[in-house]
């Protein structure tokens, strides 16, 4: 399996049911962010982004909301599947020109059958 | 479209050899990454380049070099491999500066005995 997800958080949801996978960004300057997913054995994979003048954006059973004031990111996936199952981990992302990408650590979803 | 492909997948190492590990792309874009991933810990950015013949370091540059001398190819060399450098290291590639998701390859699981 990845190594890389030995210390991580886990969040366990029962297939069907709604996913919400938390994180903290921390620069109040960061203006864009994303999620990613990554697979064991796999690179980290593009799932949604949202820039700083949105609260909320959808994607195809994703949302990802974003909230300013407490710096906090979410990614809910609606009616969690097996193939959910991963790691998922936000990024952030400095004001353009700087090419600074901040990386959280991850959650790992597993999906209960 | 193979996107970001790295290679070697595995890789293991006595302490002070030398490797060059490869990253390649095909979607034309300007801005590629190293990173490494290590347990507990987020992605950390070792060396960037913003387009051929320009590079600059990232976060954990130390023991790392690299080169652009195409839009292409991003190869990162290991000078005197040491066990600290045991890691996954993944390479990236973006469209723009900031503000665009990144797409990474599958990785390199490197070893330093």
């Known amino acids: 399996g990845e190594s890389v997800g030995l210390h991580l958080p886990t969040l366990s949801v029962q297939e069907g049911d709604n996913s919400i996978i938390n994180c903290a960004y921390s620069?109040?300057?960061?203006?864009?962010f994303i999620w990613y997913k990554q697979e064991s054995g796999k690179g980290p994979q593009f799932i949604i982004d949202?820039?700083?003048?949105?609260d909320k954006r959808q994607g195809q059973r994703v949302t990802v909301l974003l909230n300013k004031t407490v710096k906090h990111l979410s990614l809910q996936i609606a009616a969690t599947q097996p193939g959910d199952s991963a790691v998922y981990f936000c990024a952030e992302s400095m004001p353009s020109g700087t090419y600074k990408y901040i990386f959280g650590t991850g959650t790992r979803l597993k999906v209960l059958a | 479209n193979a996107g970001v492909t790295q290679t070697p997948k595995f890789q293991v190492l006595k302490t002070g050899q030398s490797m060059t590990l490869q990253c390649a792309q095909d979607?034309?874009?300007?801005?590629m990454s190293w990173y490494r991933q290590d347990p507990g810990m987020g992605l950390r950015l070792i060396h960037y380049s913003v387009g051929a013949g320009i590079t600059d370091q990232g976060e954990v540059p130390n023991g790392y070099n690299v080169s652009r001398s195409t839009t292409e190819d991003f190869p990162l060399r290991l000078l005197s491999a040491a066990p600290s450098q045991t890691s996954v290291y993944f390479c990236a590639s973006s469209l723009g500066q900031g503000g665009q998701p990144q797409h990474f390859g599958d990785g390199t699981r490197l070893s330093i005995l």
């Open positions: 949202i820039r700083s003048n949105m």
């Open positions: 620069n109040s300057a960061s203006d864009y």
């Open positions: 979607m034309n874009h300007e801005y």
